[in-house]
Nanobody
Framework: QVQLVESGGDLVQPGGSLRLSCAGSGMIFRFSAMNWYRQVPGKQRELVAAITSTGSTNYADSVKGRFTISRDNAKSTVYLQMNSLKPEDTAVYYC?????????WGQGTQVTVSS
């Protein structure tokens, strides 16, 4: 059974930084593309960053230059380094993968950017 467990969400001031982690299990992690999404109440979940099995990355325009996605296959973990955080980055952040033709999501971690 594939499981994704996020951690690292917190309350941070504008301009601050956070690093989110997502540990995967029950899957061949190194072969899997991994994604970070975020969602605010009343809005659709949006793709923030993606990383392929070979390390290619892609970002939403709203976070380019501020967020960095990376992976450590030895630890079966994907990271999201978030710098220069803005109040509009406040959301629940979810880790996601498509594995064996099924979507898997973590439980989410809350990021709040506020002074």
């Amino acid at each position: 059974q594939v499981q994704l467990v996020e951690s690292g969400g917190d309350l941070v001031q504008p301009g601050g930084s956070l690093r989110l982690s997502c540990a995967g299990s029950g899957m061949i992690f190194r072969f899997s593309a991994m994604n970070w999404y975020r969602q605010v109440p009343g809005k659709q979940r949006e793709l923030v960053a993606a990383i392929t099995s070979t390390g290619s990355t892609n970002y939403a325009d709203s976070v380019k230059g501020r967020f960095t996605i990376s992976r450590d296959n030895a630890k079966s973990t994907v990271y999201l380094q978030m710098n220069s955080l803005k109040p509009e980055d406040t959301a629940v952040y979810y880790c996601h993968t498509l594995y064996s033709f099924r979507d898997y999501w973590g439980q989410g971690t809350q990021v709040t950017v506020s002074s």
